[in-house]
């Protein structure tokens, strides 16, 4: 099967996915007591604002056509109006997207570069103290709630030794690696215990299976076989793990942002909250399934790249 | 049954502990966890709420461990006194969705069909939400607290359980046990419930070890937020949250309960790997 018919298929398969993901969002908002729009209008809306979103949402339609006029609202991009911050939900999502999307990417890569290394390291170490003391580091590691992680790191190296700022959001490439340095290490401090516990075990399984053991026997240099057969096929499960866990380094930067006080989604999505800024709050939480089924995707694309076995399924 | 011989390899617990240390440890941190959430009382030195105006934000001392808080509360009593919390999210965290996944996965293992069809697609639809996006969500429109926080837990969270025991039942309706209670004549009822969930049921088990740990990290995350237990309740996340804005004066504040999170963390996992290695010996 080729690339392309293999990701249309994919896509379609998203539909009915994604029919479900805006029930679900669509509920969650009708399960408030009382009149939605008021609620969606927040506390100091004059009556036409709420007669406005009534007429918006049709909420005196019946619920089916309530729904129809979500979906098509939401297909054309139309979010509705934050309350809190007075503009369309659409335009404050797009404003905090790259940063909420910048933090990701740069915790993907450093709980890389962390988990990589110790998990080579456990496996080639089997059952021997170097691999016992990683994986109890880690174990703990999994153990520890994000945001604790992030008061520890900010208490000591930003605010007592002042090597990393305590917040914000820097204007320029790398100010921005320096300001996202802590919580980057943060998310990653967690994402990597999650990747290093899988990676080990796939190194070993690959270290046991029989090809190596052939090309042991044929007498190919160690670094060789690391390299060609062990590396691709570690890589293959790790990138297949991380896309699976980007729910939860999703909920992690969400955690995160709100510690270090970085201006992502995931501190907007809290703010929402405490401010009943049901618009926004439904705006993003769809923000983060369509990233997340956008990351499923690439996944699944470059797993079948990777790894033939996958296109015949 | 009759020509069944049992011998005795029941290993005593000091063999056990030889053997399998990281099991045992988890025992003792959980059963510890256990005692403490029930009697709080018993092991606190103070009472968890009585002010003392006059030991304000006091560093650990013999008198106080660890130390005191803003309002002069001995911070070990309030770490104890949030055992009773922490453990209860434990269980009330997992226990709905438990239930609910289990019945629902075996029951759609078993039919397969249209209703497995449409599970697929629930399936797809939940798992494509941060899990904590969706809670807090839920728990934003019900309103922050511990029960709403238990509901929107159990909402997301049955469809874990359902997924793994619809894979388990598939998997075991390939035994010959499972064709021969169809043979029998026995009900659906009977082969799904007598039969079939007895023999699935292990991966879920061990899947509920580690949750437990998981759901304790995403109360205490939520309390620390506030969505969850509301202060002057002692929970850890609200405990460290409270201590937050003066960690560089007062570090006692935030980082004995979170100790308390790892620990109590560590032993559900320990525990769970251990069950796991117990109940599926690997080559």
């Given at each position: ?97 790259p940063v909420t999307v910048f933090l990701t990417v740069y915790s993907v890569i450093l709980s ?202 | ?51 003392d105006y006059n030991a304000i934000r006091q560093p650990p001392s013999w008198a106080h461990p ?218």
């Amino acid at each position: 099967m080729s690339s392309l018919n293999y990701i249309f298929k994919r896509l379609l398969m998203m539909v009915p996915t994604f029919f479900l993901v805006m029930v679900i969002i669509f509920l969650l908002v009708r399960m408030l007591p009382g009149d939605p729009a008021i609620a969606m209008a927040g506390d100091r809306a004059s009556d036409a604002d709420i007669q406005a979103i009534r007429e918006r949402l049709g909420l005196t339609e019946p619920m089916l056509v309530q729904f129809w006029l979500f979906l098509s609202n939401t297909v054309q991009g139309d979010l509705g109006r934050s309350i809190l911050m007075r503009t369309d939900v659409m335009d404050v999502i797009v404003d905090r997207l790259p940063v909420t999307v910048f933090l990701t990417v740069y915790s993907v890569i450093l709980s890389l570069l962390i988990a990589g290394p110790l998990a080579f390291v456990a496996a080639l170490n089997r059952g021997r103290w170097p691999d016992a003391v990683i994986r109890t580091i880690f174990q703990i590691g999994l153990s520890m709630p994000v945001f604790y992680i992030g008061l520890v790191l900010l208490t000591f190296l930003a605010a007592q030794l002042r090597l990393f700022p305590v917040g914000g959001y820097g204007d320029t490439f790398s100010e921005k690696l320096y300001h996202l340095f802590l919580p980057s290490v943060t998310v990653a401090l967690y994402t990597s215990a999650i990747i290093m516990r899988n990676l080990r075990s796939a190194i070993i399984e690959v270290l046991d299976a029989e090809y190596v053991q052939f090309a042991r026997a044929k007498g190919l240099p160690s670094r060789l076989i690391l390299g060609r057969h062990v590396l691709r096929n570690a890589l293959i499960s790790t990138v297949t793990l991380l896309g699976l866990s980007i729910g939860n380094l999703m909920s992690g930067t969400l955690v995160t942002e709100t510690v270090f006080a970085v201006p992502g989604m995931g501190r907007l999505m809290l703010e929402a909250i405490f401010a009943r800024d049901y618009p926004l709050i439904q705006g993003l939480t769809l923000t983060f399934a369509v990233l997340v089924s956008f990351v499923f995707l690439m996944t699944d694309v470059f797993q079948s790249r990777l790894d033939p076995r996958m296109r015949l399924q | 049954m009759s020509d069944m011989t049992f011998t005795n390899s029941q290993p005593s617990f000091f063999r056990m502990a030889l053997r399998k240390p990281g099991l045992v440890a988890g025992l003792l941190i959980i059963g510890f966890s256990i005692l403490l959430a029930v009697f709080p009382g018993a092991f606190a030195p103070y009472d968890p709420n009585t002010i003392d105006y006059n030991a304000i934000r006091q560093p650990p001392s013999w008198a106080h461990p660890f130390g005191t808080d803003l309002l002069g509360r001995d911070s070990l009593s309030r770490v104890i006194w949030a055992y009773q919390v922490n453990m209860q999210m434990a269980v009330f965290g997992t226990v709905f969705a438990l239930v609910t996944g289990v019945i629902i996965g075996a029951l759609v293992g078993y039919y397969r069909g249209i209703a497995d069809l449409i599970f697929g697609r629930i399936v797809d639809a939940v798992i494509t939400f941060p899990f904590l996006v969706l809670v807090i969500a839920m728990v934003a429109v019900l309103g922050p607290g511990l029960v709403n926080m238990y509901i929107a837990i159990s909402v997301v969270y049955w469809v874990y359980y359902a997924r793994l025991m619809r894979a388990e039942v598939i998997a075991q309706m390939g035994n010959d046990y499972a064709a021969a209670g169809v043979v029998m004549g026995y009900s659906d009822r009977r082969i799904i419930f007598r039969h079939l969930l007895p023999n699935a049921i292990t991966p879920v088990i061990v899947y509920w070890m580690t949750d437990m740990a998981l759901v304790i990290l995403l109360g205490s995350s939520l309390g620390y937020l506030g969505l969850g237990a509301q202060p002057p309740q002692a929970e850890w996340g609200v405990l460290i949250a409270e201590g937050r804005n003066f960690i560089s004066t007062a570090w006692w504040l935030s980082l004995m309960p979170g100790l308390a999170i790892v620990l109590t963390g560590l032993g559900f996992s320990l525990l769970g790997d251990g069950l796991a290695d117990l109940l599926r010996p690997r080559g």
